[in-house]
């Protein structure tokens, strides 16, 4: 079965320190990570997915296979970046190829 | 493009009481699912469909039925309203093909439906 943990429910910080939300899995095969964003009164929209290696307005997340996690960083918060962070996984076995689940999701608040 | 759109943006229903909540697409993806997000909860996979008459439940199912007639709609709706089911709903939708590589595409979600069963 598929299934995201994302541990903590409110994540707050002040500007410039330091951000890492965690992100574990479980899945028996090979998954597609994603981390999705809600900012306030917008729709929820994905931030950056683990194939494209790439940095998303200074966040970035590794695929650590070993430890199943999927954890997104970024080196200094912005007040901008205060949001609803959801991680999710789609599977890659025919049983479970299409659900895109997700985590229960982190408030991330970055204070002035 | 519209992209993913969903009515009425809020609800008011009372126990027992039945309501579909609409949700269409204009991007021809094969793709689409209902969740609901709940403080704490997330977003849950209520429904999920591959294309027109094809349908599947996802992990929280019970008390919502749905159907999928065409590629571009695919309503969701609740029997028998229950205080349980008061919740903002999201509807979604991707393309069902994957890259060369196998790798899915963006999931674009609509704008929510709140949900308040008293």
């Known amino acids: 079965a598929q299934r995201v943990t994302q541990p903590e429910k409110l994540l707050s910080v002040f500007k410039g320190a330091p951000v890492e939300l965690k992100c574990n899995y479980s899945?028996?095969?090979?998954?597609?990570l994603f981390w999705y964003v809600q900012y306030s009164r917008q729709r929820l929209q994905l931030l950056l997915r683990?194939?494209s290696r790439e940095s998303i307005k200074g966040f970035t997340a590794d695929l650590n296979k070993g430890e199943t996690s999927f954890h997104l960083k970024k080196p200094f918060a912005q007040e901008e970046d205060s949001a609803m962070y959801y991680c999710?996984?789609?599977?890659?076995?025919?049983?479970?190829?299409?659900?895109?689940?997700f985590g229960s999701g982190t408030r991330l608040l970055v204070r002035p | 493009n519209a992209g993913v759109t969903q009515t009425p943006k809020f609800q008011v229903l009372k126990t027992g009481q039945s309501m579909t909540l609409q949700c269409a697409q204009d991007?021809?993806?094969?793709?689409m699912s209902w969740y609901r997000q709940d403080p704490g909860m997330g977003l849950r996979l209520i429904h999920y469909?591959?294309?027109?008459?094809?349908?599947d439940q996802g992990e929280v199912p019970n008390g919502y039925n749905v159907s999928r007639s065409t590629t571009e709609d695919f309503p969701l709706r609740l029997l028998s309203a229950a205080p349980s089911q008061t919740s903002v709903y999201f509807c979604?939708?991707?393309?069902?093909?994957?890259?060369?590589?196998?790798?899915?595409?963006?999931?674009?979600f609509g704008p929510g439906t709140r949900l308040t069963v008293t």
């Open positions: 899945y028996s095969g090979s998954p597609e």
């Open positions: 469909s591959v294309g027109a008459g094809i349908t």
């Open positions: 979604a939708s991707r393309p069902l093909t994957t890259s060369a590589k196998g790798y899915s595409y963006e999931q674009y």
């Open positions: 991007m021809n993806h094969e793709y």
């Open positions: 999710a996984l789609r599977g890659t076995l025919m049983d479970s190829s299409y659900k895109l689940i």
């Open positions: 683990h194939i």
